[in-house]
C-alpha cells in the first residue's frame, strides 16, 4: 500500500451498500467509480495503473431482511478470483462487515471524514456458525464458505485482526439468545404484520367512507343553497306580483275617483237642468195668469178701447219680452240638454273604461291567482326536497355516528391485539429467563459431546 493511489476501481457489493460502507466524502477523496462485478476483470486488463478496492459481506449478512442467497452471493464474488490475478497487488480485498472504515482509510493514506461505524447485531456469531454446520450437509453451503475462506484468507486485515475461518467459529449464551430472539420475532412477524395491515386496511376505508360522505353532505348543502336562492328569487317574483296588484288596485281606486267625479258632476248638471224647468213651469204659470188677466181686461176695457188699446200694446210689448225670455230660457234648456248628452256620453266612456279597467284587474288577478298557485306548488315541491334532504342529512348523520362507533370498535380491538403483544412479549421474557437459566446444562452437554468429539476420527 506504498503506491501512490490517483484511481480507485470499487467492486464487489452494489454501488448503494459501498457508498454506505465508505461514506461520500471518503468515496469522492478516493476519486472512486463503482464497477459491477462481472466487469471488473476486462476493466483491469484495460487500466493497469488503477487500483481495486473489492468489498465484501458475508452470505448470511443479509439473513435478517432475506434468506441467505447462496448461489448468488458465489456468482457476485467469483469474479474476485481472477482479479486478484489481474491486477495483483493493486487489488485490495475487505471484508464491508468485520474491517472499520476509519482504519481502512489511514492504510490509504487518504484523509476524509468517516461514517459512524454500525454495531454488528449480536446473532450474527450465532448465525455464522450455524451455517458453518450446514456446509458440511449442503454442497451450495459449503461451496459459499470455501470462496468465503478464500476472500479472508487474501483480504486486508486492521492490525490484530484475524481471518475469520469455520474451526474459529463458536456459539456464545449472548449470541444465541440474541438469535432465539430474532427467529421468534421472524415467526410473530407475519401474523402481527397481517393484523397490523387488517387494522390499516379497516382505517383506510372508514377515513375513505367518511370523506365519501362529507362530500355528499358538501354537495347536498350546495343543492340546498341553490333551491334556498331559487325560493329566493321565487319570493321577490311574488313581491313584484304583489307590488303590480298594488299598482292595479291604484289604478282602480283612480278610475273609481274619476267615474266618482264624473257622477258627482252629472247630478250637479241634473240638478241645474231641474231648476231650469222649474223656472220655466213658473213662468208658464204666471204667463198663464197674465193671459187670464188679459181676458178679464179685454172684457173690462171692451167699453174703453182707447185704454184697452194702449194696455194691449203695453201688454204686448211685455208679451214680446217674455216671448224673448222665452226663447233665452228654451235656448238655454237646450245648451243644458246637450251638456247633459255629453256628461252621459261621459259617464258611459267613463263606465266603459272602468269595465275595462275591470277587466284588466279581473285578468291580472288570474294571472296573480294562477301564479300564487304555480308559486305555492313550488314552494310546496321545495318544502319536500328540503324535507328529504333533512331525511338524507339526518341518515348521514346516523352514518357517519355508526362509521364513528365502527372507528372506536376498530380501537378498541387494536388496544385488545396491543395487550396481546405486550402478554406474548411478557411470557417470551420469560422464556428468555428460563432458556438462560438452562444455559448452564446446555453448556455442560456441549463440553462432554465436545469432549466426546475429540476422540471420533477426522472423516467424521
Same mark, same amino acid.
Given at each position: 500500500?506504498?503506491?501512490?493511489?490517483?484511481?480507485?476501481?470499487?467492486?464487489?457489493?452494489?454501488?448503494?451498500?459501498?457508498?454506505?460502507?465508505?461514506?461520500?466524502?471518503?468515496?469522492?477523496?478516493?476519486?472512486?467509480?463503482?464497477?459491477?462485478?462481472?466487469?471488473?476483470?476486462?476493466?483491469?486488463?484495460?487500466?493497469?495503473?488503477?487500483?481495486?478496492?473489492?468489498?465484501?459481506?458475508?452470505?448470511?449478512?443479509?439473513?435478517?431482511?432475506?434468506?441467505?442467497?447462496?448461489?448468488?452471493?458465489?456468482?457476485?464474488?467469483?469474479?474476485?478470483?481472477?482479479?486478484?490475478?489481474?491486477?495483483?497487488?493493486?487489488?485490495?480485498?475487505?471484508?464491508?462487515?468485520?474491517?472499520?472504515?476509519?482504519?481502512?482509510?489511514?492504510?490509504?493514506?487518504?484523509?476524509?471524514?468517516?461514517?459512524?461505524?454500525?454495531?454488528?447485531?449480536?446473532?450474527?456469531?450465532?448465525?455464522?456458525?450455524?451455517?458453518?454446520?450446514?456446509?458440511?450437509?449442503?454442497?451450495?453451503?459449503?461451496?459459499?464458505?470455501?470462496?468465503?475462506?478464500?476472500?479472508?484468507?487474501?483480504?486486508?486485515?486492521?492490525?490484530?485482526?484475524?481471518?475469520?475461518?469455520?474451526?474459529?467459529?463458536?456459539?456464545?449464551?449472548?449470541?444465541?439468545?440474541?438469535?432465539?430472539?430474532?427467529?421468534?420475532?421472524?415467526?410473530?412477524?407475519?401474523?402481527?404484520? +397481517?393484523?397490523? !395491515? $387488517? =387494522? #390499516?386496511? /379497516?382505517?383506510?376505508?372508514? *377515513?375513505? @367512507?367518511?370523506?365519501?360522505?362529507?362530500? %355528499? &353532505?358538501?354537495?347536498?348543502?350546495?343543492?340546498?343553497?341553490?333551491?334556498?336562492?331559487?325560493?329566493?328569487?321565487?319570493?321577490?317574483?311574488?313581491?313584484?306580483?304583489?307590488?303590480?296588484?298594488?299598482?292595479?288596485?291604484?289604478?282602480?281606486?283612480?278610475?273609481?275617483?274619476?267615474?266618482?267625479?264624473?257622477?258627482?258632476?252629472?247630478?250637479?248638471?241634473?240638478?241645474?237642468?231641474?231648476?231650469?224647468?222649474?223656472?220655466?213651469?213658473?213662468?208658464?204659470?204666471?204667463?198663464?195668469?197674465?193671459?187670464?188677466?188679459?181676458?178679464?181686461?179685454?172684457?173690462?176695457?171692451?167699453? +174703453?178701447?182707447? !185704454? $184697452? =188699446? #194702449?194696455? /194691449?200694446?203695453?201688454?204686448? *210689448?211685455? @208679451?214680446?219680452?217674455?216671448?224673448?225670455? %222665452? &226663447?233665452?230660457?228654451?235656448?238655454?234648456?237646450?245648451?243644458?240638454?246637450?251638456?247633459?248628452?255629453?256628461?252621459?256620453?261621459?259617464?258611459?266612456?267613463?263606465?266603459?273604461?272602468?269595465?275595462?279597467?275591470?277587466?284588466?284587474?279581473?285578468?291580472?288577478?288570474?294571472?296573480?291567482?294562477?301564479?300564487?298557485?304555480?308559486?305555492?306548488?313550488?314552494?310546496?315541491?321545495?318544502?319536500?326536497?328540503?324535507?328529504?334532504?333533512?331525511?338524507?342529512?339526518?341518515?348521514?348523520?346516523?352514518?357517519?355516528?355508526?362509521?364513528?362507533?365502527?372507528?372506536?370498535?376498530?380501537?378498541?380491538?387494536?388496544?385488545?391485539?396491543?395487550?396481546?403483544?405486550?402478554?406474548?412479549?411478557?411470557?417470551? @421474557?420469560?422464556?428468555?429467563?428460563?432458556?438462560?437459566?438452562?444455559?448452564?446444562?446446555?453448556?455442560?452437554?456441549?463440553?462432554?459431546?465436545?469432549?466426546?468429539?475429540?476422540?471420533?476420527?477426522?472423516?467424521?
Amino acid at each position: 500500500m506504498s503506491q501512490p493511489i490517483h484511481r480507485v476501481f470499487i467492486s464487489g457489493v452494489s454501488e448503494e451498500a459501498a457508498t454506505a460502507y465508505l461514506g461520500r466524502a471518503l468515496f469522492e477523496a478516493l476519486n472512486a467509480q463503482w464497477v459491477a462485478p462481472e466487469q471488473s476483470v476486462a476493466l483491469a486488463q484495460e487500466d493497469e495503473s488503477a487500483h481495486w478496492l473489492w468489498l465484501y459481506q458475508p452470505p448470511w449478512q443479509l439473513a435478517d431482511a432475506t434468506p441467505p442467497e447462496w448461489v448468488a452471493w458465489v456468482a457476485q464474488h467469483q469474479p474476485a478470483l481472477r482479479l486478484q490475478r489481474v491486477a495483483g497487488p493493486r487489488l485490495y480485498v475487505v471484508n464491508a462487515a468485520r474491517t472499520p472504515v476509519a482504519a481502512l482509510a489511514e492504510a490509504l493514506d487518504v484523509s476524509a471524514a468517516s461514517p459512524t461505524p454500525q454495531a454488528a447485531p449480536a446473532y450474527l456469531g450465532a448465525l455464522a456458525a450455524l451455517c458453518a454446520g450446514l456446509g458440511a450437509t449442503l454442497p451450495v453451503v459449503r461451496q459459499a464458505w470455501e470462496l468465503y475462506e478464500t476472500l479472508e484468507a487474501t483480504a486486508w486485515l486492521p492490525s490484530g485482526m484475524a481471518p475469520e475461518f469455520r474451526a474459529s467459529l463458536s456459539v456464545d449464551e449472548a449470541a444465541l439468545a440474541s438469535l432465539l430472539q430474532v427467529v421468534s420475532a421472524g415467526v410473530q412477524a407475519p401474523a402481527k404484520a +397481517q393484523a397490523h !395491515q $387488517a =387494522t #390499516q386496511t /379497516a382505517l383506510e376505508e372508514a *377515513q375513505q @367512507r367518511e370523506q365519501t360522505l362529507q362530500q %355528499t &353532505a358538501r354537495q347536498q348543502e350546495a343543492t340546498l343553497q341553490t333551491l334556498r336562492e331559487e325560493l329566493q328569487a321565487l319570493k321577490e317574483a311574488h313581491q313584484a306580483l304583489q307590488e303590480s296588484h298594488q299598482s292595479l288596485q291604484e289604478t282602480h281606486r283612480a278610475a273609481s275617483e274619476e267615474h266618482k267625479e264624473a257622477t258627482e258632476e252629472n247630478e250637479l248638471l241634473l240638478a241645474q237642468l231641474h231648476h231650469v224647468q222649474e223656472e220655466l213651469e213658473k213662468h208658464f204659470l204666471e204667463s198663464q195668469q197674465q193671459q187670464q188677466q188679459l181676458d178679464e181686461l179685454r172684457q173690462q176695457l171692451a167699453t +174703453q178701447q182707447q !185704454q $184697452a =188699446t #194702449q194696455a /194691449a200694446a203695453a201688454h204686448e *210689448q211685455e @208679451r214680446n219680452a217674455a216671448a224673448a225670455e %222665452t &226663447a233665452k230660457l228654451t235656448k238655454a234648456l237646450t245648451e243644458q240638454k246637450q251638456a247633459a248628452q255629453k256628461a252621459q256620453q261621459a259617464q258611459q266612456t267613463a263606465e266603459k273604461a272602468s269595465a275595462s279597467d275591470k277587466q284588466a284587474l279581473s285578468t291580472a288577478k288570474q294571472q296573480w291567482e294562477a301564479r300564487t298557485r304555480e308559486n305555492d306548488k313550488a314552494m310546496a315541491a321545495l318544502r319536500e326536497q328540503v324535507a328529504k334532504l333533512n331525511t338524507t342529512l339526518t341518515n348521514t348523520k346516523t352514518e357517519h355516528t355508526e362509521l364513528q362507533e365502527e372507528n372506536d370498535l376498530l380501537l378498541a380491538q387494536l388496544h385488545h391485539v396491543q395487550e396481546e403483544l405486550e402478554r406474548y412479549f411478557l411470557a417470551n @421474557r420469560e422464556y428468555q429467563t428460563l432458556l438462560a437459566n438452562t444455559q448452564p446444562t446446555f453448556l455442560r452437554a456441549r463440553q462432554h459431546i465436545s469432549r466426546l468429539a475429540t476422540h471420533l476420527p477426522a472423516q467424521a
